[in-house]
């Protein structure tokens, strides 16, 4: 999963749009499971955004 991907399913869940590159990860995560990312909303408004990798069929 990259950025843009990322970036893709928060606006498809939340309505919310994020560029990719206000979102810090330091490499895609490539991997099931939970996951912790840097999101950058504003200035000096940077949360952990936690993300959950599921396989789907």
Same mark, same amino acid.
């Given at each position: 999963?990259? /950025?843009?991907?990322? /970036?893709e399913a *928060?606006?498809?869940?939340?309505g919310v749009? %994020?560029? +990719?590159?206000? *979102?810090?990860?330091?490499?895609?995560? +490539?991997?099931?499971?939970? &996951?912790?990312v840097r999101?950058?909303?504003? &200035?000096? %408004?940077?949360?952990?955004? /936690? %993300?959950? %990798? *599921?396989?789907?069929?």
């Open positions: 999963m990259t /950025a843009a991907d990322l /970036a *928060i606006a498809a869940q939340t749009t %994020v560029d +990719r590159k206000d *979102i810090h990860m330091e490499e895609p995560i +490539r991997s099931l499971g939970a &996951h912790e999101v950058h909303l504003f &200035h000096e %408004v940077d949360p952990a955004v /936690a %993300v959950e %990798v *599921i396989a789907v069929e």
